[in-house]
């Protein structure tokens, strides 16, 4: 059936009084201008391997036609740290998503190497103004399936596994339509966590209450004398936390629709510690949507060098285990996150489930890239050389944990505080 080039379909309830249910279309313009369209675009390097290897997904996904459904095709992991998995070019999702794509001058294009790229655009730019999303969300299946021993998903299905509430904390100071999208995706998320928590540190709080608004089941914070730094919210919203569980995310990113289905099944098999996925990323300046896979037995890969086996804002703890750890050190905007899993690993289980749970939008001026604050920051160079140095003089015996950079230290900043944001007919 295949013969490894590009293959497009479009399935449409338009087509069904057609003799045998097919019709050629001109082109992708005109599969746009019909409604309630799916379309699946199948890129070289998924047909090349046969149809007996993308059929299942290609059939889940066609299931659940208001889900965007990222196809990619099955691959090794790293033993020590993140690596690439190559750019992304296979879906199944509503044709719908590309409208835009051929009177947007902005938008990517219908080039086939671009299709999907176009297709994810919508979701990144968040809900309209009736807070309606363009589409359920996202979701990515390898090909062949592979199989690791998780109960399956299946949307608006019970959890498998649940065993206590889960609370995601996130601080903001970026770009209000970025977490208008974080927002939209983490509260269609299949199932939704028990409690979302928001940390302004903005300058004009007033700008956001739009959108205090349009999530009242969300609660926002105010930080006062911002800008107080991520570390300082996310430490102050987890350690406060109630709820059993606590996932992280950054506020320019994208759940996948069943993240926490799979990170909840992850921890279930362990019941404790911490556990993160791999991720997609969306670079901005190269206009690409890419795959990156990290070690999936994340205490092992720190053993063989201490690098970067995790992502952060994909991962989930448990609170206790949070707590016993110390947290995050508030003494810095950037980097402690990588201290805080060096630290993790000598009081915790950590992992990543082997599933594609989160999208990162890899800007230009993000923390990690931006001059000021990015990897080839000095600052941020001589701390990782020093926690790096202690993590194996710790692992060696040369040094105790509570004597090395390892251990949470505390910004001296000016005074803060989180002020709860509430909804304007509760004001």
């Known amino acids: 059936m295949f013969h490894g080039g590009w293959l497009v379909v479009a399935v449409s309830p338009q087509l069904e009084n057609v003799a045998g249910g097919r019709e050629e279309l001109e082109s992708l313009t005109e599969v746009l201008a019909r409604p309630a369209a799916t379309l699946c675009v199948l890129a070289p390097r998924l047909t090349s391997m046969g149809w007996a290897a993308v059929r299942g997904p290609v059939t889940e996904a066609l299931r659940y036609p208001d889900l965007l459904t990222l196809l990619v095709p099955a691959g090794p992991t790293s033993p020590v740290s993140g690596r690439s998995d190559g750019p992304i070019h296979s879906f199944v999702g509503p044709a719908s998503l590309l409208r835009d794509s051929t009177t947007d001058e902005n938008a990517p294009g219908l ?45 608006g299905g019970k959890p498998p596994v649940k065993r206590g509430p889960l609370a995601v904390v996130m601080a903001h100071r970026d770009s209000l339509d970025n977490l208008r999208a974080a927002l939209a995706s983490l509260v269609t998320t299949d199932p939704a966590p028990d409690a979302i928590r928001v940390g302004l540190d903005v300058d004009d709080v007033e700008e956001y209450r739009p959108l205090v608004d349009l999530y009242p089941g969300v609660q926002f914070f105010a930080c006062t004398n911002p800008p107080a730094g991520p570390y300082v919210i996310r430490q102050a919203l987890a350690y406060t936390a109630t709820e059993r569980f606590i996932a992280f995310h950054d506020s320019d990113d994208l759940s996948c629709r069943d993240r926490f289905h799979w990170l909840r099944a992850e921890m279930a098999r362990h019941g404790r510690g911490l556990v993160g996925s791999h991720e997609l990323r969306f670079d901005e300046e190269d206009r690409e949507l890419r795959g990156a896979r990290f070690p999936l037995d994340v205490n092992a890969a720190l053993l063989l060098e201490p690098k970067h086996p995790q992502l952060h804002p994909t991962s989930m703890i448990t609170s206790t285990d949070f707590r016993r750890s110390g947290g995050f050190s508030t003494d810095c905007i950037f980097g402690n996150d990588s201290q805080f899993l060096l630290r993790a690993h000598f009081h915790m289980p950590v992992r990543n489930v082997d599933r594609f749970l989160y999208l990162r939008r890899d800007r230009p001026d993000s923390l990690t890239n931006a001059p000021e604050t990015g990897m080839a920051n000095p600052h941020r160079i001589a701390r990782n050389l020093t926690w790096r140095s202690d993590f194996e003089s710790i692992k060696a015996g040369r040094l105790r944990l509570e004597d090395s950079s390892l251990l949470a230290v505390a910004g001296r900043g000016a005074p803060w505080k989180l002020l709860p944001l509430r909804p ?4």
């Open 111 to 155: 080039e086939l190497e671009l299709l999907c790229l176009s297709a994810v655009r919508p979701l990144l730019a968040g809900p309209v103004g009736n807070g309606t999303v363009a589409a359920a969300g996202i979701v990515v299946r390898e090909c062949p399936e592979q199989a690791d021993g998780l109960a399956r998903w299946v949307p």
């Open 424 to 427: 304007t007919d509760r004001c």
